[in-house]
T-cell receptor, first 113, second 113 residues
Framework: QKEVEQNSGPLSVPEGAIASLNCTYS??????FFWYRQYSGKSPELIMF????GDKEDGRFTAQLNKASQYVSLLIRDSQPSDSATYLC?????????????FGKGTKLSVIP | KAGVTQTPRYLIKTRGQQVTLSCSPI?????VSWYQQTPGQGLQFLFE???????NKGNFPGRFSGRQFSNSRSEMNVSTLELGDSALYLC????????????FGSGTRLTVV
């Protein structure tokens, strides 16, 4: 079982719709979860982080965490063509002083005008 | 505030050569991590440094090494280059706490021919 799994996509949504991106992780002790956006040819850019079960909202983005089911998701409301990118889920390995992130392979999102 | 600076941006090397990549973290960030990104494997953790000490190392051969200087700048070295080392090498820095995620540099695109 891969440590962090994402559907590779591509996920296509029409402009204005809600895009839903999902991620599952295998290490039940994981505590910190991150979503990065990566445009083609660019480096990853942090969008959101979440530590507690439930939802966390920031503008058009909502991160959801369910530790019991070991999944984390990212919702993008009112999707725009500029949201077209690969979205990477990252999990911080448990352990004091360890800042290592394990990344999923990413989901490619395409927002159709 | 300057971001994470990686040099050089592009490199072309021949098999068997060695290469050194440089990373200057955001001012005040003491944690520096290195990742390798390839289309097939995604983002893979190489190593992490904090206060000149390597705290974690990923599953890469000993040809991959790194170090961190007292000003938090970091270098990674790859010796005896192989074709499979062609990748985007990303450096990320974080504050001491590290809980707010990492900021990535623009990366160094290494091509081994």
């Amino acid at each position: 079982q891969k440590e962090v799994e994402q559907n590779s996509g591509p996920l296509s949504v029409p402009e204005g719709a809600i895009a839903s991106l999902n991620c599952t992780y295998s290490d039940r002790g994981s505590q910190s979860f991150f979503w990065y956006r990566q445009y083609s040819g660019k480096s990853p850019e942090l969008i959101m982080f979440i530590y507690s079960n439930g939802d966390k909202e920031d503008g058009r983005f909502t991160a959801q965490l369910n530790k019991a089911s070991q999944y984390v998701s990212l919702l993008i409301r009112d999707s725009q063509p500029s949201d077209s990118a690969t979205y990477l889920c990252a999990v911080k390995k448990p352990g004091a002083g360890s800042y290592q992130l394990t990344f999923g392979k990413g989901t490619k999102l395409s927002v159709i005008p | 505030k300057a971001g994470v600076t990686q040099t050089p941006r592009y490199l072309i090397k021949t098999r068997g050569q060695q290469v050194t990549l440089s990373c200057s973290p955001i001012s005040g960030h003491r944690s520096v991590s290195w990742y390798q990104q390839t289309p097939g494997q995604g983002l893979q953790f190489l190593f992490e440094y904090f206060s000149e000490t390597q705290r974690n190392k990923g599953n890469f051969p000993g040809r991959f090494s790194g170090r961190q200087f007292s000003n938090s700048r970091s270098e990674m070295n790859v010796s005896t280059l192989e074709l499979g080392d062609s990748a985007l090498y990303l450096c990320a820095s974080s504050s001491f706490i590290g809980v707010y995620g990492y900021t990535f540099g623009s990366g160094t695109r290494l091509t081994v021919v």
